[in-house]
Every structure is written in C-alpha cells, then in structure tokens.
C-alpha cells in the first residue's frame, strides 16, 4: 500500500503531516542531518558566549558576539542567494557546511591548545555567519527540486520543527556538556554533528538553476532579484508582514526587566520567558496537520500575525507570571504558522533560478528584524515603560498588519492551488 493510501485524511490529521520524510529519501537525509546540526549549533553558540564571557568577564563582549554575527549575515545573506541562483546548489550547501565543520574543529582544536582569545572567537563566529549565509539560501531553494508543491507546506513545518529543537535543546546540552567536560567537547561534538548533514548533501544529485528562457546563464544579479520582488506585490507582502511582528512586537530585550519589574524573578524567570515562545513554536511545527487544509496562504499569514501582535499586547497587561508564559508560548505557535506558510508562498510562486535570491532577503529579514525590534522596545521602554513597549508594541503590530490587509486584496485572495507572485 502505497504512503498516500495509508495517509491519515486531512480534514482528521493534528499532528506534522510525514509525508516528505516518507515519499523522498533525499529530503529525509536532509532533515536528519539539520536536525542533529541544529543541536550541535546551539551548543557551539552557547559554548562561545560562555566563553568570551570567562576570558572577559564583560557582558559587552558577550553584546559584541550577536554584532559579529549579524553583519556578516545581512551583508552576505544577498550575495548567498545570488550565488545559489548561479552555481551548483549541491556544491554550494556541500561547501559551506564543510566550511561550518572546519570551524567547529577549529574552535575545538584551539580550546584543546589552551589558545583563548577573544579576537580568535570574534573572526570565528563572523567566518560561520558567512558560511551560514552562503548556506541557508542553497539549501531552502533545493527542497522545492525534492518534492512536489503540495508537500512544501508540510516540509516547511518539518524544518521548523527542526529549527526549533535546535534551538531549546543546543544550548541546554550546551551549558551541561561545557560544565561536565569543558569548552572543547562541545565544540568536538558539533563538529562530529555536521557528518550526518555533509552526508546528506553528498547523496544529493546536481542541483543547477533551472532558467527561463532568456535568461543570463553567467550571473545572478542581486539587484535583478530585488526588481523581481518589487514587481511581486505577493512575495513583498510576506516580507512586510513578517516585519510587522519582529519589529513593531519584539520584546525579547525587555524580558531581564520583566522578569524582575512584573514577577519579582531573577535570571531563572527570564530564562522561563525566553523558553515559552519558543516552546509554542515547537509546538507550531508538531501541531501542523491541519495547516494542509488551508489554500488562502495570505489570509493564514495575516491572521497568525495578528494573533502574534495580540498575544503580545495581553501579555504586556498581565502580571501573572504562568498566563504570561502562556501567552509567549501563543505569540510562538502564531509565528511558526506565519513562517511556514511564508516560507512555503516564497518557494511555490517564485520561479526557480529567483528563489536562492529570495531565500537570501528572507535571511537578511529573519536576522535583521528581531534586531530592529529589541533596539525600537528599549528605546520605547527606557522613554516611558516596559509595559507601554509591549502592549504599545503589540496593538501597533495589530494596527499594522490590519492595514496591510487592507492594501493587498491579492494577498488575501492568494489561493495556493493557483499561486500568483
């Protein structure tokens, strides 16, 4: 009996529709081998911070961790996806997860020496944003190469899975690994991690551009994907919407102060306030099943924005410590469902030989926008309150995706089974 036949319905799935990793032994190598470097990534960034943190003692220095990264991520995330729009996919996940793995052994190799210098942590973490950005783009724009378009949805709810646990679990292992066996193991185990996702991409087969007629074989201009995008008012939309929530309701940097202000916690509470929402987004992922139903991808994407800005004014207005963990862990569901089917819109109606270019604006907007957040929430904050950035935040992001729904009919009408970029 084939997977199709055996497939629970639709109208009765909850939970992650399997399909992808059962229909395509290509797109399970993948899955598995970014699962388990994920994990083994969280654990190095952990490991890193605590790190220049011991040879410093300065939180700035820590501060300065994320400036390292998030430069050579927005600069090179462009040029990443023009590069995945000109030159073998394949070689170019296959070369930067390489290059991740070299670091990793790096990292390793000096802790080993007993070589602890900052500068060295510093030009490592900006050399693994740089692979990191070379790698993103070539690896989202093969999945659509692997499956058929009505299994994007339910891969994109896969990788956020994957994502996600990633992310709660890298750095507790990380903190635990780093306290029983020092810096250099947690290093060692990342390194060994990439294998599964070196492996994956080795299996793959050639992973070229696929052209439209006409078009220039010998380049992919990063300007040419930026006029492609403004002629896309669909595309542009995602990106807009995204914004709404990471800029206008982040309040990620007020969580220290919160914990303290609203709860009377300490550095415990925070960690609880960071975990929630992406506790929800974890959930997003497993709970995706009944995602396939849904065929107006805009209309989702505006309406789990809207829950997300929501979400976050009510927790603005609590101060009980487990409803505003709840509501943190909504606001993450809300924006794992926002993800998926953006991510999915940005694969189904882009033509191939755009979506590495694509790919590469969506890892400038993801790096760059919760940026943009935390720094517009303490300036609000620190101007008249936490409980003003939040709530403000949060009505502001609702006021403005309402607004977004109004301009773009066609968003709202996009229908999946017929997709219109």
């Not at 190799?109 to 942590?121: E, I, P, Q, S, Y």
């Not at 916690?265 to 992922?285: E, I, M, N, S, Y």
């Not at 517009?376 to 502001?396: C, E, F, N, R």
Request: aromatic share 10%.
């Amino acid at each position: 009996m084939s997977a199709t036949q055996t497939a629970e319905p639709e109208e009765r799935r909850l939970f992650a529709d399997l399909t992808p990793l059962r229909t395509s032994a290509d797109y399970r190598r993948i899955w598995f081998g970014n699962s388990v470097t994920w994990v083994g990534q969280g654990m190095t960034t952990l490991a890193i911070s605590l790190q220049v943190y011991d040879i410093t003692r300065s939180t700035f220095a820590v501060g300065l961790v994320g400036l390292f990264t998030l430069v050579p991520l927005v600069v090179f995330g462009l040029y990443g996806g023009a590069i995945a729009d000109t030159v073998d996919r394949r070689k170019l996940g296959l070369a930067s997860s390489t290059g991740l793995a070299a670091l990793s052994v790096a990292l390793c190799v000096a802790a080993f020496a007993g070589f602890h210098r900052v500068w060295f942590l510093y030009g490592i973490v900006a050399l693994q944003a740089v692979c990191a950005a070379l790698n993103a783009p070539a690896r989202s724009s093969m999945i659509p190469r692997l499956l058929p378009a009505e299994q994007l949805r339910a891969a994109n709810a896969l990788n956020a899975m994957t994502t996600t646990f990633g992310t709660l679990v890298g750095p507790s292992l990380g903190g635990v690994v780093v306290g029983l066996a020092g810096y250099q193991a947690a290093y060692l185990i990342d390194a060994v991690a990439f294998s599964a996702s070196l492996y994956a991409m080795w299996r793959l087969p050639s992973m070229l551009p696929e052209r439209a007629e006409g078009s220039s074989t010998k380049r992919a201009s990063v300007l040419d994907g930026l006029r492609f995008l403004a002629t896309r008012p669909n595309l542009r939309m995602t990106f807009f919407s995204d914004f709404c929530a990471m800029i206008l309701a982040h309040p990620r940097a007020l969580f220290p102060a919160i914990a303290v202000l609203w709860y009377g916690g300490d550095a415990k509470t925070t960690g609880l306030l960071v975990a929630a929402p992406a506790f929800g987004a974890l959930l997003g992922g497993v709970l995706s099943g009944w995602q396939g139903r849904i065929r107006h991808h805009g209309q989702a994407i505006l309406l789990s924005v809207a829950s997300w800005g929501t979400a976050i004014a009510l927790f603005g207005l609590t101060r009980n410590l487990w409803l505003g963990l709840l509501l943190l862990a909504v606001a993450g569901y809300s924006d794992t469902v926002s993800m998926i089917f953006r991510n999915t819109m940005l694969q189904v109606a882009a033509p191939d030989e755009m979506r590495g270019r694509l790919q590469g604006v969506f890892i400038v907007v993801v790096a760059g926008g919760p940026r943009l957040g935390d720094f517009l929430a303490g300036s609000v904050a620190d101007l008249s309150s936490p409980a003003v950035a939040v709530t403000g935040g949060g009505l502001a992001c609702v006021l403005a995706i309402g607004l977004l729904a109004l301009y773009g009919k066609g968003f709202r009408r996009y229908d999946a089974q017929h997709p219109v970029p």
